[in-house]
């Protein structure tokens, strides 16, 4: 008896701890935005960004000479220009390199890490087709080119039906959102940092958000950082 009595207080003590926190997504055009992730209250901050027509076109061009592109590396602020030029391959692409590597250097010191890690991949089909929340301190997304990235509001997310919560059903079947326009979308070139489960004072309020379903015939060119071991 005494064990029920435990194991419901734990749970209602968790579904009192969810619905207690409250978070908030914050949008700029400037990089600067991305220090109110340090917020308690923001779980998504955003980098409106755009890209030039000539930084568009040499995207495209990447995916289609580099259609099987997985790069996955660490790397420092210091030696991320280099590595990543060397992993592209191609000096028609430095400007690519270079941006990647620039992310990376804002990323270290907004969090004061030596290193990150690093992967670009191009993706003809969903990546993570289900909502979750990454059990990470916080990831940097970026989408250089295809469908980005969807997020759901910390309000609008029924967590309990996360993960086995779904209990195998899709998330629209399964209740975890009530209506398809709770369905955020980020656009292709901004660039957001996605606070997890690990960020000290967030669990149960990481960013629930998921990989889009890519078109036929299409793909996406991705980014993506974490802190480095």
């Given at each position: 008896?005494?064990?029920?009595?435990?194991?419901?207080?734990?749970?209602?003590?968790?579904?009192?701890?969810?619905?207690?926190?409250?978070?908030?997504?914050?949008?700029?055009?400037h990089?600067?935005?991305?220090?109110?992730?340090?917020?308690?209250?923001?779980?998504?901050?955003?980098?409106?960004?755009?890209?030039?027509?000539?930084?568009?076109?040499?995207?495209?061009?990447?995916?289609?000479?580099?259609?099987?592109?997985?790069?996955?590396?660490?790397?420092?602020?210091?030696?991320?220009?280099?590595?990543m030029?060397?992993?592209?391959?191609?000096?028609r692409?430095?400007?690519?390199?270079?941006?990647?590597?620039?992310?990376?250097?804002?990323?270290?010191?907004?969090?004061?890490?030596?290193?990150?890690?690093?992967?670009?991949?191009?993706?003809?089909?969903?990546?993570?087709?289900?909502?979750?929340?990454?059990?990470?301190?916080?990831?940097?997304?970026?989408?250089?080119?295809?469908?980005?990235?969807?997020?759901?509001?910390?309000?609008?997310?029924?967590?309990?039906k996360?993960g086995?919560?779904?209990?195998?059903?899709?998330d629209?079947?399964?209740?975890?959102?009530?209506?398809?326009?709770?369905?955020?979308?980020?656009?292709?070139?901004?660039v957001?940092?996605?606070?997890?489960?690990?960020?000290?004072?967030?669990?149960?309020?990481?960013?629930?958000?998921?990989?889009?379903?890519?078109?036929?015939?299409?793909?996406?060119?991705?980014?993506?950082?974490?802190?480095?071991?």
């Open positions: 008896m005494n064990s029920i009595v435990l194991n419901n207080t734990n749970a209602l003590k968790r579904r009192t701890e969810t619905r207690a926190k409250v978070r908030r997504a914050v949008k700029g055009g990089p600067e935005i991305f220090s109110d992730i340090y917020h308690e209250d923001v779980n998504l901050a955003v980098w409106q960004r755009q890209f030039s027509a000539e930084f568009k076109t040499l995207v495209n061009d990447f995916v289609i000479f580099r259609p099987d592109t997985s790069i996955s590396i660490v790397v420092s602020p210091g030696d991320a220009r280099s590595m030029r060397r992993e592209i391959g191609d000096p692409f430095n400007d690519l390199a270079d941006d990647a590597s620039q992310l990376v250097e804002m990323f270290c010191c907004l969090f004061d890490l030596e290193q990150a890690g690093l992967r670009m991949r191009v993706l003809g089909d969903s990546m993570c087709p289900k909502f979750h929340a990454d059990r990470v301190p916080c990831r940097l997304i970026t989408t250089y080119c295809g469908i980005a990235t969807e997020w759901l509001p910390h309000h609008a997310v029924n967590r309990r996360l086995s919560g779904s209990v195998g059903q899709s629209q079947e399964s209740g975890l959102y009530k209506r398809e326009a709770d369905i955020q979308k980020m656009a292709s070139s901004e957001a940092l996605l606070k997890g489960e690990e960020w000290q004072g967030n669990r149960h309020a990481g960013l629930v958000h998921r990989s889009p379903a890519v078109p036929l015939k299409q793909c996406r060119l991705l980014l993506t950082l974490d802190f480095g071991s």
